[in-house]
């Protein structure tokens, strides 16, 4: 079974980093996609990064420039650089695939169970 699973997540001051990390396990032919989302009470989740399987990224307006995913593709484990954190960048984060577990299956989505991210001021 595909499972996801989320680390990195705390307390971090404005203006400081953190990075998250995202570990992949189970049955995979082949990766499509990764992706980083988040959510705050009472809104409605976003993506904010994704990296495709040719290695390219897209970043939504609130966290480009600041962050950076990458993924190590041996591991199966992606990244996030959060730098220059601000509290609206408090959220619960979590990572995302778009995978195969078989060369004759279509690609289906699988979710992590998150990690929470406070920023203080």
């Known amino acids: 079974q595909v499972q996801l699973k989320e680390s990195g997540g705390g307390l971090a001051q404005s203006g400081s980093s953190l990075r998250l990390s995202c570990v992949l396990s189970?049955?995979?032919?082949?990766?499509?996609?990764m992706a980083w989302h988040r959510q705050s009470p009472g809104t409605k989740r976003e993506q904010i990064a994704l990296?495709?399987?040719?290695?390219?990224?897209d970043y939504s307006n609130s966290v480009r420039g600041r962050f950076t995913v990458s993924r190590d593709s041996a591991e199966n484990t992606m990244f996030l650089q959060m730098n220059n954190l601000n509290p609206e960048d408090t959220a619960r984060y979590y990572c995302?695939?778009?995978?195969?577990?078989?060369?004759?299956?279509?690609?289906?989505?699988?979710w992590g169970p998150g990690t929470q991210v406070t920023v203080s001021s």
């Open positions: 189970g049955t995979i032919f082949k990766i499509h996609t």
């Open positions: 995302s695939t778009n995978l195969q577990i078989r060369s004759t299956t279509e690609p289906r989505n699988y």
């Open positions: 990296i495709n399987s040719d290695g390219n990224t």
